[in-house]
């Protein structure tokens, strides 16, 4: 299959109109439609619906849009890199993961402090669960990812290296007009009666555990797409959410995290793959330790201060 047909497509996508994407790309939009015409025939599948405003992808069409993107991507990547080969600068893109609590704060942080230390950094940043992390670093595509052991866990893979950062306390996010926003450490047995919001179930079966060994149940009526959904389920007041500690120098503001009583905990663990590894991933692991240090020394300091 021709790419630039692809790229048709994924630009018919993001604009919602043929005569749009005709124009940022350049052709007609007879061009356009027969481009797109004949990507349905090679698949045997109907990629766009037609309605009055413009089109949108169908089932199949989001499907192939998400695969298609993602191969344009990697065949910009390729382009770049042997231009860069060309023009004397062979330097890897560094490709980062991080789970999406670690990738809004912690781990742009690091990488900044390097890039200040030993000069300018070419990297990219994937937010994603950790199982996907672990598969994308196995895969080759992925430098290092920065992941946490909570439900179901880390596998035991011989094709990573797999270090340990530190612990990370869950905390509840409320709504900023919460009764208890601004208290001190709670006991989930004061939030037994309210709704939560989930949006994986990793962090779902943090909670469920946390409540079972206070004796009492949690109800997860809502489910969110992603962390950032969930946030919003908590600051417009539908529910409150059990969150990651780590993010709490990232929420939005109108919410707060309020600390639990002997909260639920998850390890935070950098993985690399064993051959090939990027020379900066080293100096990065490094990095995201004494991140991990600094933390657990100010929360020594708290402990002693209370």
């Given at each position: 299959m021709d790419l630039t047909v692809w790229r048709t497509f994924v630009t018919v996508c993001r604009l919602g109109s043929l005569s749009a994407a005709a124009a940022e790309l350049n052709h007609t939009q007879s061009a356009v439609s027969r481009q797109i015409a004949g990507l349905e025939r090679q698949l045997g599948v109907p990629l766009v619906k037609r309605h009055p405003r413009g089109v949108r992808p169908t089932p199949a069409g989001e499907v192939f849009r998400r695969h298609a993107l993602a191969t344009l991507n990697e065949a910009d990547r390729a382009v770049r890199a042997v231009r860069e080969l060309r023009d004397g600068a062979p330097v890897r893109t560094l490709a980062v993961g991080a789970t999406p609590s670690l990738a809004a704060?912690?781990?742009?942080?690091?990488i900044r402090a390097l890039s200040e230390r030993d000069g300018a950094l070419r990297w990219s940043l994937l937010p994603g669960l950790s199982g996907y992390l672990h598969d994308r670093v196995t895969a080759g595509r992925l430098d290092i990812a920065v992941v946490t052991d909570a439900p179901?866990?880390?596998?035991?893979?011989?094709?990573?290296?797999?270090?340990?950062?530190?612990?990370?306390e869950m905390v509840v996010v409320l709504p900023v007009g919460h009764p208890l926003a601004g208290r001190g450490p709670v006991r989930v047995q004061a939030l037994?009666?309210?709704?939560?919001?989930?949006?994986?179930?990793?962090?779902?079966?943090?909670?469920?555990?946390?409540?079972?060994?206070?004796?009492?149940?949690?109800?997860?009526d809502l489910?969110?797409?992603d962390l950032p959904g969930k946030l919003a389920l908590v600051a417009t007041g539908h529910a409150i959410a059990l969150v990651?500690?780590?993010?709490?120098?990232?929420?939005?503001?109108?919410?707060?995290?309020?600390?639990?009583?002997?909260?639920?905990?998850?390890?935070?663990?950098?993985?690399t793959p064993r051959?090939?590894?990027?020379?900066?991933?080293?100096?990065?692991?490094?990095r995201l330790a004494a991140a991990f240090a600094s933390e657990d020394d100010q929360d020594d300091e708290e402990d002693e201060d209370g």
């Open positions: 704060g912690i781990v742009p942080e690091a179901p866990g880390l596998p035991h893979d011989p094709r990573v290296e797999r270090r340990f950062l530190g612990l990370d037994a009666d309210q709704i939560w919001a989930e949006d994986n179930d990793g962090s779902a079966a943090l909670l469920r555990q946390h409540a079972a060994r206070a004796g009492v149940g949690v109800r997860i489910a969110a797409a990651p500690g780590v993010l709490t120098c990232a929420l939005r503001a109108d919410v707060t995290a309020v600390p639990l009583v002997d909260p639920p905990a998850r390890g935070i663990y950098a993985i051959r090939d590894p990027h020379r900066a991933a080293a100096p990065l692991l490094d």
